[in-house]
C-alpha cells in the first residue's frame, strides 16, 4: 500500500518495493534533482573514472563491450544499465556480475535515507524518480566496491538524463536515429543537441554517428566547448563483433574506439589479444538472443525503425521458414516504422502488451499493424501471445519477439519459469 504526506512516498519496508513505488512519479528529466541526491551522499560519482556512452541504438551493446574489455585489461567495472529484462539487479552490475537481491536492497536503503533526510530539510525539492534513484544506487555501490571505473548507459536523450551529473573522462554516442521524438525533437538535428551534452571540455567524445545532418551538430558542439571528436574508425581486421547482427560491427567499432580514447585516463595499455580475449567474453540478453527449443525462439529488443531495419537485416539472412512475430510497442512508439521493415520476413503475427502502463493495447496495435499493410491477431498478455505463436509455429518452426524491450523481458522471464518483480518503462 502506498501513502503520501509530507511530498514523501512510503511503500512496505522493502527497498526494492519502495524503488516501485516511485515508478507514480513518472519520468523526471533535469538534472537539480539528481544532483541534489549525489550532495546528499557525499558524491560517489567523484571516487572513480566515468566513461558515458548515449546513443538512440547500439549503446547497451557497447556498454556490455566495454565492460568486457576493461575487465580483460585488469580494470575492475562497475556498469549501469536501463532497463532491466527481469529482475532490478540487472541495472547493476560490478566485476561482470549482478550485484546480489542484498546488495541492491543495501544500496537502496542508504538512498532512500538520502532522499528522506534531504526532503526533510528541503535540499529536495521533490522526491527523487526511479532513474535517478538506481542511478544513485548504483554510484553508491561502485564507490563501496571500489571500483576502477564506472561505465554508465544514458537513460534518455542526454542532456537532462541523470547520468549527465557526472563528469565522464570519455563519453560516446554510438548511433542517433528518430526516437522518443516527443521528448527530444523530431528531427536529427534536435536529437543531436540533446545527446552530444554528454561531452565535456577537455575531454574526448567518440562519435560513431554518420548521416551528415547530426555529425555537423556533434561537430559544432565539440568545437564550442573545447571537447576532443574522435571519429570512430571502422572495426579493424582480425576483430570480429562478439554479438550477432551486422549492426554489430558498428556498435563493436565504437566500443574500441572509446576504450581507446579511456585508455590514458585509466593507466591501461591496450592489447589486441586482450581486446580478442574481452571482446570474445561479452554477453548481452535480449538483442538477437536466440532460445533453443521446440519452436526456436529469437527475442530482439528493437523498439524503432533503425533498429527494426537492423532485425530485418538479420531475418533477411536467415535461413529456415519465416518466423510468427509476437510484437508489442508503447504508445508514443511509430508502429508502421516499425512493423514495415519486419512484415517481409515474419508469417503471422500475434500483438501482445507488456505489463508497464505506456504500453499500447494489443487491439489498437492489431489496427495499427493493419493500417501499415500486415494482420495481426491480438492476445492480452505475453504468455497467451507466446502460447498462441508456440501452436501457430509447429515444433519445427520459429517464434520472434520483438518491438519493445519490456516485452522481451517479460518473456523471458515467462520462459525462465520464475517469478520476477516485472519491467518498468524507465
Known amino acids: 500500500m502506498i501513502s503520501r504526506a509530507s511530498g514523501r512516498i512510503r511503500v512496505s ?9 516511485l515508478q507514480s512519479h513518472g519520468i523526471k528529466l533535469g538534472l537539480d534533482g539528481i544532483r541534489a541526491l549525489l550532495l546528499l551522499l557525499d558524491h560517489p ?11 538512440t541504438n547500439g549503446k547497451g551493446s557497447v556498454v556490455a563491450m566495454l565492460d568486457a574489455l576493461l575487465r580483460a585489461h585488469g580494470r575492475r567495472a562497475g556498469v549501469t544499465t536501463s532497463p532491466h529484462l527481469v529482475r532490478p539487479e540487472e541495472r547493476i552490475r560490478i566485476d561482470g556480475t549482478d550485484v546480489s537481491a542484498e546488495e541492491l536492497a543495501r544500496v537502496l536503503s542508504v538512498v532512500r535515507t538520502a532522499c528522506d533526510r534531504g526532503l526533510e530539510d528541503g535540499r529536495l525539492a521533490t522526491h527523487s524518480s526511479f532513474f ?9 555501490a561502485f564507490r563501496d566496491a571500489r571500483v576502477d571505473v564506472a561505465v554508465l548507459e544514458v537513460g534518455l536523450g542526454g542532456r537532462l538524463d541523470a547520468t549527465n551529473a557526472t563528469e565522464p573522462v570519455v563519453s560516446a554516442i ?36 554518420t548521416q551528415s545532418e547530426p555529425v555537423s551538430v556533434i ?42 580514447a579511456a585508455a590514458p585516463a585509466l593507466g591501461i595499455a591496450v592489447r589486441d589479444d586482450l581486446v580478442r580475449a574481452g571482446l570474445a567474453s561479452t554477453r548481452w540478453q535480449g538483442r538477437l538472443q536466440r532460445i533453443h527449443g521446440s ?35 508503447m504508445q508514443d512508439k511509430d508502429v508502421a516504422g ?6 517481409p520476413h515474419v508469417g503471422r503475427i500475434v500483438a501482445t502488451a507488456p505489463a508497464v502502463h505506456r504500453a499500447m493495447a494489443p487491439e489498437e496495435l492489431a489496427a495499427r499493424v493493419a493500417a501499415a499493410g500486415g494482420s495481426a491477431q491480438a492476445e492480452a498478455t505475453p504468455e497467451a501471445a507466446l502460447a498462441r505463436a508456440r501452436a501457430l509455429a509447429g515444433p519445427d518452426g520459429r517464434v520472434l519477439v520483438a518491438g519493445s524491450l519490456y516485452l522481451v523481458g517479460e518473456v ?11 519491467p518498468v518503462a524507465m
Open 13 to 21: 519496508d522493502d527497498p526494492v518495493d519502495w524503488l516501485y513505488g
Open 45 to 55: 560519482e567523484r571516487l572513480f573514472p566515468v566513461v558515458l556512452v548515449g546513443g
Open 132 to 140: 535517478e534513484v538506481i542511478t544513485a544506487a548504483s554510484l553508491v
Open 174 to 209: 554510438v548511433t542517433i536515429d528518430l526516437d522518443h521524438t516527443g521528448t527530444l525533437g523530431t528531427t536529427l538535428s534536435a536529437i543531436a543537441q540533446e545527446k552530444v551534452a554528454i561531452a565535456r571540455p577537455g575531454r574526448p567524445l567518440v562519435s560513431g554517428v
Open 219 to 260: 561537430r559544432a558542439r565539440c568545437a564550442e566547448i573545447g571537447a576532443t571528436l574522435l571519429l570512430a574508425p571502422p572495426l579493424p581486421p582480425g576483430i570480429a563483433p562478439p554479438l550477432t547482427g551486422a549492426h554489430q560491427r558498428h556498435n563493436t567499432a565504437v566500443a574500441l574506439a572509446t576504450l581507446r
Open 295 to 329: 519452436p526456436e525462439i529469437l527475442v530482439d529488443g528493437a523498439h524503432n525503425p533503425a533498429g527494426a531495419r537492423a532485425l530485418a537485416d538479420h531475418l533477411a539472412s536467415a535461413s529456415g521458414p519465416p518466423p510468427v512475430l509476437v510484437f508489442g510497442v
Open 338 to 343: 516499425l512493423i514495415g521493415p519486419l512484415l
Open 412 to 422: 523471458l522471464s515467462i520462459l525462465e519459469g520464475r517469478g520476477a518483480r516485472g
